[in-house]
């Protein structure tokens, strides 16, 4: 089945890297997602990468994705105090329907100053 | 700009009592989706509409009843609202599907 698995909390001192993990279970998901949702609001998409390609830099955000274990990372580089969020990896699995987004939990980003 | 607008922002019923809760894109999106967010268990999918006319159960469908009244408008009805209802409502449309979900702001629904 489809399923998309993240640790709920991350906390992280003010300039350091945050490292945020997934995994997720569809082989066929042709995109992966990062999604950030600040507090009140609806969810943004950050970033995404194509399930053929390993990495994908974006200024301070970077991506890696290892096909072979399922396993998605987002890596924001001098974290910043505006960067609290919830962040969610999702999936879009391949489906003839072909129109749904899996969601994981979300990882609560704080930092510490 | 309004992308996606939700409506109402925020709901108290009573257990029994039925609600439509309305969402409109101007995006000429064709797929719509709703979704509940409940704490530690992230997004979870209730229905979605791939194209106008068309309307699919997604994870947790029970309790629920939507409407993909035209292209713009998805709507999502509690028919009997019970306290496990009790949650943040996002509807969000794309393009298609493998394509970026845009999100409305939520809809906060406190069933007593």
């Known amino acids: 089945g489809e399923d998309v698995e993240q640790s709920l909390f991350l906390s992280v001192r003010e300039g350091d890297s945050s490292v945020i993990n997934c995994t997720y279970t569809?082989?066929?998901?042709?995109?992966l997602y990062w999604y950030k949702q600040e507090p009140g609001a609806g969810l943004q998409l950050l970033t995404y990468i194509f399930s053929n390609m390993d990495m994908k830099q974006d200024q301070r955000l970077t991506v890696l994705l290892n096909k072979k274990d399922k396993h998605l990372s987002l890596r924001i580089a001098d974290t910043q105090t505006g960067d609290s969020a919830i962040y969610f990896c999702?999936?879009?699995?391949?489906?003839?329907?072909?129109?749904?987004?899996?969601f994981g939990s979300g990882t609560r980003l704080s930092i510490r100053p | 700009n309004a992308g996606v607008t939700q409506t109402p922002k925020f709901q108290v019923l009573k257990t029994g009592q039925s609600m439509t809760l309305q969402c409109a894109q101007d995006m000429n999106h064709n797929s719509m989706y709703w979704y509940r967010q409940d704490p530690g268990m992230g997004l979870r999918l209730i229905y979605y509409?791939?194209?106008?006319?068309?309307?699919d159960k997604g994870e947790v469908p029970n309790g629920y009843n939507v409407s993909r009244l035209n292209k713009r408008e998805f709507s999502l009805r509690l028919e009997s609202a019970a306290p496990s209802q009790t949650s943040v409502y996002f509807c969000?449309?794309?393009?298609?599907?493998?394509?970026?979900?845009?999100f409305g702001q939520g809809t906060r629904l406190t069933v007593v």
């Open positions: 969000a449309s794309s393009v298609g599907g493998n394509t970026e979900a845009f």
């Open positions: 509409s791939a194209s106008e006319g068309t309307t």
């Open positions: 999702a999936e879009s699995p391949l489906s003839p329907s072909a129109s749904k987004i899996i």
């Open positions: 569809d082989s066929s998901s042709t995109y």
